[in-house]
């Protein structure tokens, strides 16, 4: 199999990768050793805030609330739109689109080498902010999530920003403008956020079922370890995305 696309794909975008990477890595980091300040404010709390803040004084629970409950994912979910988005939809509004598939490579092809690269640059996020985690993991006073829950929590990371960069990707395949892409994605990202953190205070939890950001966290994998059922729903939810994306890619002309 040709994986020349993979590997210029992996190549062009090698320093934009490891900012994204190290910065990520960087950023959970810092937030995560300020959990010693924080147990304290936390723990003075009264006990319905806490609650309704969905926020407790364990390691976990901070991690859960804070890091990898609003800044990793967001973080995340940047990346793969704006990953997804260049993939196709960029290079056809500079081009570059035609040039590409001038050469021995079928449109398919061109979408999951592409599509593969965006998980290659997901998985090397993710695997940096596991290692900075169990890095400051002792000294911030972390020590009560296991290297493996860390892993769980960081390998949904990984799928999340994978299945926004394949909702990115395929709506860039199928209407080639990146415009539409990232008001698209953003509004997807916003109304799943907030179907996951509100809907449950209005009495609409089911709601949260049709969230990605329920998959990525609510099986607490920071306390439960690697939720194998999430993990699932999430791949699958990519796959489907890439090939509804690939099949009107195959139809549509380009230009």
């Not at 609003?70 to 990346?79: E, K």
């Not at 993710?126 to 960081?154: K, N, Y």
């Not at 395949?173 to 509100?198: D, E, F, P």
Request: charged letters at 10%; aromatic letters at 8%.
């Amino acid at each position: 199999m040709n994986t020349a696309v993979f590997t210029k794909s992996l190549t062009d975008s090698r320093r934009a990768l490891a900012g994204w990477a190290l910065g990520t890595a960087a950023v959970g980091m810092t937030y995560a050793s300020t959990y010693p300040s924080q147990r304290d404010n936390t723990a003075s709390l009264p006990e319905a805030l806490r609650e309704a803040l969905h926020v407790d004084a364990t390691a976990a629970g901070y991690l859960h609330a804070s890091v990898f409950g609003v800044i990793l994912p967001l973080l995340a979910m940047i990346y793969g739109v704006a990953t997804g988005s260049r993939a196709l939809a960029g290079e056809e509004e500079s081009g570059r689109l035609d040039l590409l598939l001038a050469h021995p490579v079928t449109r398919t092809s061109l979408a999951l080498q592409r599509f593969c690269a965006l998980t290659a640059g997901a998985g090397v996020i993710s695997l940096l902010v596991w290692l900075a985690m169990l890095a400051i993991r002792d000294s911030a006073g972390l020590h009560s999530v296991t290297p493996v829950e860390f892993l769980a929590q960081c390998v949904n990371l990984a799928l999340l920003a994978i299945v926004f960069g394949a909702l990115a990707l395929g709506l860039g395949a199928a209407v080639g403008r990146r415009a539409v892409v990232l008001t698209t994605t953003a509004i997807i990202g916003v109304l799943s956020y907030t179907a996951h953190a509100l809907v449950g205070q209005i009495g609409a939890g089911w709601l949260a079922h049709a969230s990605p950001f329920h998959y990525y966290i609510g099986g607490e994998p920071l306390k439960n370890g690697i939720q194998w059922g999430d993990g699932a729903i999430l791949s699958l939810t990519a796959v489907v995305l890439l090939v509804l994306g690939v099949i009107r890619f195959n139809r549509r002309d380009i230009g």
